[in-house]
Structure formats: C-alpha cells, structure tokens
C-alpha cells in the first residue's frame, strides 16, 4: 500500500468528515429508508431507492476516507524551514506573461483544492515547484501551453 502525504490540518480534515458522515448522515439516511419503508410497495417506492442510493454513497465515501486516513503519512509542516519549495511550501508566484500574483500551498492530494491555494504535490505546478528558490523561474506545461512563473516568497507556516 502506498502511503498517502498530507498535512496534519488535511488529515483533521478527513477525520471531521468521517465523524459528520457517521453521526449526522448515516442516521438521516436510515430514517429515511425507514420513513420509504413504511410507505408500501419497496419494489415502486422511489424514495427508498433514491435513500438506498444516498445510502451507498455516503458508505463509499465513508469506506474511502478511512482507506486514505488509514495510510496517511503526516508531514509536520509547522517544523519545516527554509527557502526552498518543498512539501508544505507556500509559494507566492508571478506569472511572467500577466505580471498576476498568485499564491500557493503544496498539499497532498486529498486535501488539494485550487479555489482554497492549495495545490497537490502531484499537480504539474506543484512538481516543477519542488526543490525551486525565490527569484527562480519556473516553467510549467499545461493543457494550453508553457507558462513561465517567478517564484517570488517561499514560506511554512
């Protein structure tokens, strides 16, 4: 099995949606399929079917969460320092082309969420990042094309 890495914040994360899952989800979910159940006929009962359907879901999801908590590596970004990009970097950039600032945190996969400034390790960004200091540029391959990036902070918070 492959181990998962992530911060402790993402691991806590995983964690409060297993808990939410099983203590609010789980049980609203089973009144539910009683409530469909209680109507008749299960083999028409949309409602059941759409419950058991939920039902699935969540335990797949459930299931999921505690596969990857399961094999978490924690990395303690609190105790990392230095100015080059690693694991748990945030790094603001300049886009050579715009002149935009963007910032970001390199986070492991699961905990990845673009919106938030968090890139996963596995991103192509988040690989051409690594082992990079302030004033190097950085040259990324997307879908529409090389960008250029300068990396401006290197900081772990």
């Known amino acids: ?33 009683a409530e469909a159940r209680s109507h008749g ?3 028409e009962n949309a409602e059941y079917h759409a419950a058991k359907d939920q039902q699935g879901i969540t335990e797949a999801r459930m299931a ?13 970004t609190s105790k990392l320092k230095g100015d080059q990009v690693m694991f748990g970097a945030t790094v ?20 990845a969420d673009v919106k938030q400034g968090r890139i996963s390790i596995t991103s192509p960004l988040a690989r051409s990042l690594l082992g990079k200091r302030k004033r190097d ?16 902070k290197v900081e772990y918070k």
């Open 92 to 111: 603001t950039l300049i886009d050579e082309d715009t002149d935009e600032k963007a910032k970001y945190r390199i986070v492991g996969e699961v905990e």
């Open 137 to 152: 540029i950085v040259e990324v391959s997307t879908p529409g094309g090389g960008k250029s990036y300068q990396v401006v």
């Open 1 to 33: 099995m492959d181990k998962v890495p992530m911060t402790a914040e993402g691991y806590a994360a995983l964690e409060a949606e297993i808990k939410y899952l099983k203590s609010v989800e789980r049980p609203r979910i089973i009144k539910l399929i």
């Open 64 to 76: 999921d969460l505690e596969d990857k908590l399961s094999r978490a590596d924690i990395i303690d």
């Open 41 to 43: 006929d299960l083999s």
